[in-house]
């Protein structure tokens, strides 16, 4: 099971870089969901972490094909509303795509539609979407029997739910606001690293 | 000289591609500057006015090459604080690149990072930059002396301001307000396309 830190958008970039690097040897993927930046900033962003040491084949760029293009990033993550894969693939048949999806149906469309990956959310109840009711994991459990693809989960998971998750069969989880709104991100992914070596074994 | 209409992001879908539709026959080309649109909603879009009989040649993207990329569009104006023309480049040398720029530094800057061609503004006072000063001709002449690619122009240009304008020798102008805020958009740009006609003879 693979672990994927999602970017929160709120840390300056000196910070999110540090935090970046600290977690780095403990997460799989980063997918760098920073909303807020412009496209000149993503560049710098991705260039600066690059530089520093953060290995390339670990990032995922959220929304932007073109950004990642760019930089030489091989995976984005495309959003609900994003541009379908298939259109993507069509051009950039070389870049690997995962879609965001909210329930089955989404998740059978976006593999019918070329995503070499879904990311199901949000599964349990998260300070990122408060108010939203969580969707569980009955619906997550038939996509990943139906599925020719993996399909990774997110939202408000801890590591509690890493055994759980493991016997579902999920590919991966991926984690938001316990790494970024932590005070201590290092020791917070720690312990799902921990968690999943021992769900491992 | 080239006409070329901005849209404002403020019209319903359907309206806008019956604005296009008509505006059609007087523009070069229109910028397709729909900032509150998902990429999905952008793509739709697209598809609708390609079906819908708009000329494909003419539309150029705002901001995004990755959207231009996946509806067949070869053209796409990047913003001020966009990804650098160079490195697009460097992956998709076919595509053209305008640089909006508001500097005769930006313009330089951007012609030696490859850009196809520098749109300068805002020339004049207009509602869609309410409260900043507007730039003048002055700077828009160094630039077009001293660049060897295309100057184009935009911001509060009124049919009046053509023949100036033809004189400083701008490849083109740019208009949004002007069509966009009109309630009849198909004769507010005849009025340019007229103009531009009399000032070429």
């Known amino acids: 099971m693979k672990l994927i830190a999602v970017t929160n958008d709120c840390l300056p970039d000196h910070r999110l870089a540090e935090v970046l690097l600290a977690i780095q040897p403990s997460v ?50 495309i959003p609900g509303h994003g541009i379908p894969p298939a259109l993507i693939k069509n051009k950039i048949p070389e870049l690997s795509l995962g879609k965001s999806v909210h329930s089955y149906n989404e998740a059978i ?7 070499d990956w879904v990311l199901y959310g949000h599964l349990f109840e998260t300070r990122s979407k408060e ?42 989880i991926a984690i938001m606001s316990s790494i970024f709104d932590s005070d201590h991100p290092g020791q917070a992914i720690r312990k799902y690293r921990q968690e999943l070596e021992y769900v491992r074994n």
């Not at 994991?137 to 759980?164: F, N, R």
């Open 28 to 77: 799989d993927a980063v997918i760098l969901r920073e909303k807020s930046k412009t496209d000149r900033e993503m560049v710098r962003l991705i260039d600066h972490l690059v530089e520093s040491g953060f290995e390339q084949q670990k990032l995922i760029v959220h929304g932007r094909v073109d950004i990642a293009l760019a930089c030489g990033i091989g995976r984005v993550q």
């Open 131 to 172: 108010g939203l009711s969580a969707r569980g994991t009955v619906e997550l459990s038939k996509i990943i029997a139906d599925l020719p693809i993996p399909t990774y989960a997110i939202g408000g998971i801890q590591p509690s739910h890493l055994k759980e998750l493991a016997r579902l069969g999920v590919a991966g």
């Open 109 to 115: 469309s976006a593999s019918e539609d070329g995503a």
